[in-house]
């Protein structure tokens, strides 16, 4: 069986999944985390480690099973000036059973769906895989797809409020540099509602949680 095979069945299958507070998973407030989770168990081996993170550079950095691509997908996305108070948490979970849909550029097609703690990745050697990317998400009826077609697999590089943007916001449909970072916030799925249509969206439930006027 592929490597990469074997990547997106544990990935979608959710092994190494552990109770909450527990050594790897600790339960926080809501304002830390959305999700109610976080992982706190260091580098020991999951699928659900250190999500929110840079999975490809830090299993090159860690001496990890190579990842070709990697990242976690959360149930909001933030355009608020105060984003850094909205969730105030690192490594927080996201939002499990997305399907994720990676094609490189040779038109091979990956699909996985994320486990519990919002994570997906797909094994392999980077430069096995012709780059630029094209992504996908899909959730209910939310079909967003990256404006952008990524060279480096590892999204939580550029998915990263804490960085700095690099371009602002003129952004590059292929960022010809592997490096390139640019502050955006994290993947998510914009305008979703856990609650259903008439329900408000995550981006209005965590300003009200912090008390933030939609127009701050």
């Given amino acids: 069986m592929p490597r990469w095979l074997v990547a997106l069945i544990l990935c979608g299958s ?59 997908v959360y149930p909001y996305t933030i355009g608020a000036p105060r984003i850094n108070e909205l969730q105030t948490g690192t490594d927080c979970y996201g939002l499990e059973g997305v399907t994720v849909r990676i094609e490189d550029a040779e038109g091979q097609l990956f699909e996985v769906v994320t486990n519990r703690a919002g994570n997906f990745f797909v094994e392999g050697n980077p430069d096995d895989f012709a780059k630029p990317f094209n992504v996908s998400i899909q959730i209910d009826d939310i079909t967003p797809s990256m404006f952008t077609q990524p060279m480096y697999g590892g999204c939580g590089r550029c998915h990263n409020p804490a960085v700095p943007p690099a371009m602002g916001m003129d952004y590059t449909a292929t960022p010809t540099d592997a490096d390139y970072q640019n502050g955006t916030a994290r993947i998510g799925v914009q305008g979703y509602r856990p609650d259903g249509p008439d329900g408000p969206t995550v981006e209005e439930e965590l300003m009200t949680i912090n008390g933030i006027v939609a127009n701050d």
Avoid at 27 to 53: A, I, N, T
């Fill in 14 to 72: 959710g092994v190494g999944a552990f109770a909450c507070n527990d050594e790897t998973t600790e339960v926080v407030s809501q304002d830390v985390c959305y999700s109610e989770l976080r992982w706190v168990g260091e580098k020991r081996g999951s699928p659900e480690m250190f999500p929110g993170r840079d999975c490809v550079g830090c299993h090159i950095d860690n001496d990890g099973p190579p990842l070709a691509l990697g990242g976690t």
